[in-house]
């Protein structure tokens, strides 16, 4: 049973207020002079008087309100109060939904290519399929990562002036509105030079099959380890989760169970039958990492064979926390399980997954590709190396993964 928590209030001559949290835990109610609430209620009561008295303004929807959000972060601190609008984004972004220009690319050649429109004001300007994104609001693209351009076609409303260039070499100016797309759960599978795998993730969104499906392929190629970036991921799908971590352990291994915040078991998951990848991976992680992503960082983390996590610690809010609407408007996001892992460790919220090995990420210019010329004599395995330093510069996270599996690799270990 999904235990949840609850805000009641009741009126009378001075403000009253109730709060049950239904998890078998704490309970504060203005039940009679006895009850722990009965103090709380006097005190807030007496701070409402003394206010009134100096002639200070109370304005009791402000103040309950203010109440109210002091109770919640009492009870989740890393918890939120979020407006009708709010919670409408938030949940379109955990389902993949996000705020770009209306167009999907690939990188062609080392240039942002566009394979799909997906608005109709990018046709009526001249845009077409095939197509190369030149610039962004007046910022080249030439040089850049697809995560970059990625970024940079990113918005909350628009429009995004668009500059492009046709296969015929003319060019096109256009202002594309921001629209809702869905996010694909794999952004970008890669196999870097060196035989290092490379799998970007947005989120874990769909069946649980594509992130799965993404690691086989790459890792079964001739890469000597894999890079799993996380960071900024999100997604609700536990199948995901559950189809990615069998591939790190033991059949029928337990990857976590899910409890109430007092300790009751409601659910025990664990890793299905399917073969095993033994290689080196190298899961990234940042403070936007969250939810179904969240969750599997901390599995891997945990339980996964050869599996290393690198970065800074993730949100602390690994799918364990529900939105619960509020008598006085908006909508709680609190806590309402636990997850406890294969060791033992617990996620209840209070702080994020911490990663084996700390990278800060400090503030970065956009990451721009620098061909660094190369004399004719050098050998293959030397310009892989400088391909592979130009291709992770810039991305300081991703440059200590990619050293940690070179290492491995020096080493013999795999």
Do not use: W
Not at 102 to 120: H, N, Q, S, V
Not at 150 to 170: E, F, I, Q, W, Y
Not at 239 to 254: G, H, T
């Amino acid at each position: 049973m999904r235990c949840y928590r609850k805000l009641v209030y009741a009126g009378g001559g001075s403000t009253v207020l109730a709060l049950a949290v239904l998890t078998g835990g704490l309970t504060l109610q203005a039940a009679g002079p006895e009850t722990a609430g009965a103090g709380l209620l006097e005190e807030f009561r007496q701070v409402v008087e003394l206010c009134e008295e100096r002639g200070l303004p109370t304005d009791r929807l402000k103040v309950r309100q203010a109440v109210v959000e002091a109770l919640i972060r009492s009870v989740d601190p890393r918890g939120a109060i979020l407006s009708e609008e709010e919670k409408e984004d938030f949940e379109n972004e955990r389902a993949g939904g996000r705020g770009q220009v209306g167009l999907r690319f690939t990188m062609a050649d080392g240039e942002p290519t566009i394979t799909e429109i997906l608005g109709a004001g990018l046709t009526d300007c001249g845009v077409s399929t095939g197509d190369v994104i030149a610039a962004v609001d007046g910022f080249t693209t030439a040089g850049l990562y697809h995560t970059d351009v990625a970024a940079m076609l990113s918005c909350t409303n628009g429009p995004v002036s668009l500059t492009v260039r046709h296969p015929d070499g003319t060019v096109t100016d256009c202002a594309a509105r921001c629209i809702i797309v869905k996010s694909p759960s794999i952004e970008e599978v890669e196999e870097l030079p060196r035989g290092v795998g490379y799998v970007k993730v947005n989120g874990l969104f769909s069946d649980g099959g594509d992130l799965a499906r993404s690691l086989v392929s790459v890792a079964t190629g001739r890469v000597t380890g894999v890079v799993l970036d996380l960071r900024a991921a999100g997604g609700t799908n536990q199948a995901a989760v559950v189809a990615a971590a069998s591939l790190f352990v033991e059949p029928k291994s337990v990857l976590f169970r899910v409890q109430t915040p007092g300790g009751e078991d409601l659910q025990t998951v664990q890793s299905e039958e399917r073969r095993s990848l033994r290689i080196p991976v190298m899961v990234l992680i940042d403070k936007r990492t969250c939810g179904a992503a969240e969750l599997l960082a901390a599995v891997l983390g945990t339980s996964g064979r050869g599996v290393m996590l690198i970065g800074c610690p993730s949100a602390g809010d690994p799918g364990i926390r529900d939105m619960v609407p509020l008598p006085v408007g908006g909508y709680a996001y609190v806590v309402s399980r636990r997850i406890v892992l294969g060791d033992g460790s617990v996620l209840d919220g209070t702080a994020g997954v911490e990663p084996h090995i700390v990278v800060e990420e400090e503030a970065q210019e956009m990451r721009v590709r620098s061909h660094r010329p190369l004399a004719a004599e050098v050998s293959d395995e030397e310009k892989a190396a400088v391909r592979l330093r130009e291709r992770v510069e810039g991305d300081p996270v991703l440059e200590r993964a990619v050293d940690v599996i070179l290492g491995l690799k020096a080493l013999g270990i795999r």
